[in-house]
């Protein structure tokens, strides 16, 4: 008869392979392993609800466990290697299909609890950021959590009905002083992707001085919107009726931004998620 690990647990046997036969280091973790009486679907319930509970204690411990600073990954099976690899490598190819299919994460910031990753970033390597910053362009970084409602198509007839879903994000103090310092100092704020950009025009007051923040935002940008943080905005090709397509349009011109997308068409981009990028310029510029 098979030992299922959640039946055994909810009949009161405190069986779990993690403990009896430990692998991955939880031997060296502080937990308990759940039990119930009854064997009924309720009190699997009761089990699978204290696992969750005892795997973020787990957590909470790894957590704890991390050295201090960045933390970077030069293994292409956890990271994804660069474009220029995947061209010449079928074990560059192999490793960029299986971590955009089974989960991936941005190489650089602190913390990453999205669904999905703000896509505009992956076009900075390590030696693009290091390029630019030689060329004295400044970098400031945010934190992102992409939404599902991200991908949401518009259904209304009436944009102004649609309900735009909420994303978490956070400006630190030091991004906020940079990018208010670059601008005091006559330069220009490149948003780099629609999400950084709905969370700079969140925080930005009525003179484009971006505050520190942490929160969640549901700004709607349409075409009519008056952008006050940002002077470009660098973002992928997006779907048709989509909302990150009317926030191109509104900060572009909707007029220029389809023209630029005919020529991309044309001319055989790559559109979506993991495809080119284009560097719009607002189109309220002088």
């Known amino acids: 008869m098979a030992r299922i690990n959640p039946c055994l647990r909810a009949c009161g046997v405190p ?7 430990p692998y991955l280091g939880y031997e060296t973790y502080d937990w308990d392993v759940p039990i119930a009486e009854g064997g009924d679907t309720y009190a699997r319930y009761l089990v699978r609800m204290e696992e ?9 411990q790894a957590l704890d466990r991390m050295p201090a600073g960045p933390v970077v990954a030069n293994d292409r099976k956890e990271t994804p290697p660069p474009r220029a690899e995947m061209k010449s490598s079928l074990e560059a190819l192999i490793h960029h299909f299986k971590l955009y299919t089974e989960g991936y994460h941005v190489h650089h910031g602190e913390t990453y609890t999205a669904v999905a990753a703000p896509t505009a970033g992956l076009h900075f390597t390590p030696r693009l950021l290091a390029a630019l910053a030689a060329r004295g362009i400044e970098s400031a970084f945010v934190t992102l959590h992409v939404g599902a409602g991200t991908f949401l198509p518009v259904k209304v007839a009436d944009i102004r009905e649609h309900r735009m879903h909420a ?4 400006i630190g103090p030091e991004a906020a002083a940079a990018i ?11 948003a780099v992707g629609t999400t950084s950009l709905r969370l700079l025009e ?3 007051d009525a003179d ?17 919107y008056r952008f006050k943080a940002a002077d470009l905005l660098l973002t992928n090709f997006h779907l048709p009726r989509s909302t990150l ?12 931004l389809k023209r630029a997308y005919a020529h991309a068409i044309e001319a055989g981009y790559r559109f979506y998620s993991y495809g080119d990028c ?6 309220d510029a002088p």
């Open 180 to 190: 208010n310092a670059a601008r005091k100092a006559g330069g220009r704020i490149v």
């Open 202 to 204: 969140t925080a930005a």
């Open 245 to 256: 397509f009317m926030l191109a349009c509104a900060f572009a011109g909707t007029a220029r």
């Open 15 to 21: 069986f779990d392979v993690r403990k009896t036969n």
């Open 278 to 283: 284009c560097l719009l310029h607002r189109g």
């Open 167 to 170: 994303e978490e994000g956070a």
């Open 208 to 224: 484009g001085r971006v505050r520190a923040m942490t929160g969640a935002t549901d700004l709607f940008i349409r075409p009519g």
């Open 52 to 60: 969750m509970r005892q795997s973020l204690r787990i957590m909470r």
